[in-house]
């Protein structure tokens, strides 16, 4: 386990003035063992469909290269990054499986990664002829999946160009400078199976494969499914599902089903300390604003976390820390690096363990529960944490 409670503030003594770092104010932890149970979990909900683990946005927070290889130990064949540069970090680290990556601008560095033999996702004639141009250039066939916009509007070929973009790959493939791997698109609505925009979105992606088989492309893989409709939507799961919520611990589709329920387990804690302890009379203001002022005498604690190292400023007034053991209010508004917690009358030390997330299990607040709190999704409250506070990875 990771340094804890008071040593976690004697550590950041020590290291001040050499570390930029947050190390000894905060850590985020990681059990590398619950990811890989959640792999576990997931393989039995993916039916006959392959999995792949998307590690976008420094996987979702948890550390880009440690979460890759655990992914891989615990056999998911295919990765996915949203930037080429994390899928080249990737690369450098010594992953030689299939990586996806699927948002490109014309800057590429297409060469960069028909080299490094990254799956490519094309969404367009543009981006066709860049992969194209680097495949030459190269002297090596490139990686391809065909991406159709079937009504999620963000990139993916328009429905009515499908077929032109389709006979263009399919000639380069002829010509064996470009391998279409996979014919992919996404949902709109997935965590609502009920919305009628589902299926439909289905059709078209159905519609799609008609016309590219038809014309002769025969792809390794389609896909079409994330987590929640790995979860809830069978027919969605063709030959590989894109696993990233679920994969970290958490539902998905929290309305629908929750992660408990579903086996999985939260990989993510972030652990601090109080910074003081003290105690202030009734209708003491606290923070900007005066915005919190206890009734009565009580007790405020400070932990020396904020917005900067990613907590939501809208969770002020309604999130909640575990210190030392027991549950506090966030009160007032979250700064840019620092909380205020009214520990109500409890007087633990300064350098007491604060807990601002983890998987629950010890009561503690969960990140579905920060989201809530800050009225946003449990995606975003992952993917901010701060990349500059050091992970501890066990298991
Ligand atoms: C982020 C993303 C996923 C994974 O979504 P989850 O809901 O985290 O499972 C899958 N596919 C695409 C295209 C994505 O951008």
């Known amino acids: 386990m990771s340094i804890k409670g008071e040593d976690l503030c004697v550590e ?3 290291t001040a003035g050499n570390m930029p770092s947050a ?15 959640n792999v576990d979990v997931m393989k039995q909900h993916a039916g006959s469909a392959q999995l792949m683990a998307v590690v976008k946005a420094n996987a979702y927070g948890h550390g880009l290269v440690t979460c890759a290889r655990a992914f891989r130990q615990a056999g998911v064949p295919w990765l ?35 080299t490094a033999g990254i799956d490519i996702s ?44 389709v006979d263009a790959a399919l000639r380069a493939q002829e010509s064996e400078v470009i391998t279409v791997v996979g014919l992919w698109s996404h949902l709109a609505t997935a965590d609502a199976p009920e919305h009628p925009f589902l299926a439909q979105q289905t059709v078209l992606f159905h519609d799609a494969l008609d016309i590219a088989e038809c014309a002769g492309l025969k792809p390794e893989v389609r896909h079409l499914a994330n987590s929640a409709a790995a979860l809830l939507l069978p027919d969605t799961r063709f030959d ?18 929750t992660g408990t329920s579903l086996g999985l387990r939260p990989a993510m804690t ?49 999130g909640q820390v575990q210190v030392a053991g027991w549950r506090h209010p966030v009160v007032g508004r979250i700064a840019m690096d620092e909380l205020v917690v009214d520990l109500h009358g409890d007087r633990p030390r300064p350098g007491a363990e604060v807990i601002v997330f983890g998987p629950g299990d010890a009561g503690e607040p969960t990140v579905q529960e920060w989201a ?24």
């Not at 696993?243 to 970290?248: H, I, Q």
Request: glycine share 12%; net charge positive.
């Open 12 to 14: 950041s003594v020590v």
């Open 23 to 37: 190390s000894g104010r905060a850590e985020v932890t990681v059990d590398l063992d619950a990811l890989r149970h």
């Open 240 to 257: 590989l599902v894109r696993l990233g919520l679920a994969l970290y611990g958490l539902s998905p589709a929290p309305n629908r089903v």
């Open 122 to 165: 094309v969404s367009g004639m543009w981006d066709l002829e860049k992969v194209l141009e680097a495949a030459r250039g190269s002297g090596r066939r490139a990686r391809v999946h065909l991406k159709v916009d079937t009504g999620l509007g963000r990139n993916g070929c328009p429905v009515r160009d499908w077929s032109a973009l």
């Open 80 to 114: 996915a990054t949203a930037h080429p540069e994390e899928a080249l970090e990737l690369r450098r680290a010594g992953d030689r499986g299939p990586i996806l990556t699927w948002l490109w601008t014309p800057q590429g560095p297409f060469t960069e990664a028909v």
């Open 270 to 318: 972030l652990r601090s300390c109080l910074a003081a302890v003290k105690d202030v009379p009734a209708n003491h203001g606290v923070r900007y604003g005066l915005e919190y002022q206890p009734l009565t005498e009580t007790t405020l604690g400070l932990v020396p976390l904020g917005y900067s190292d990613g907590l939501p400023w809208h969770a002020g007034d309604t």
């Open 372 to 395: 809530r709190a800050a009225g946003t999704i449990p995606y975003e409250i992952l993917a901010r944490v701060a990349p500059g506070l050091p992970r501890i990875y066990v298991g």
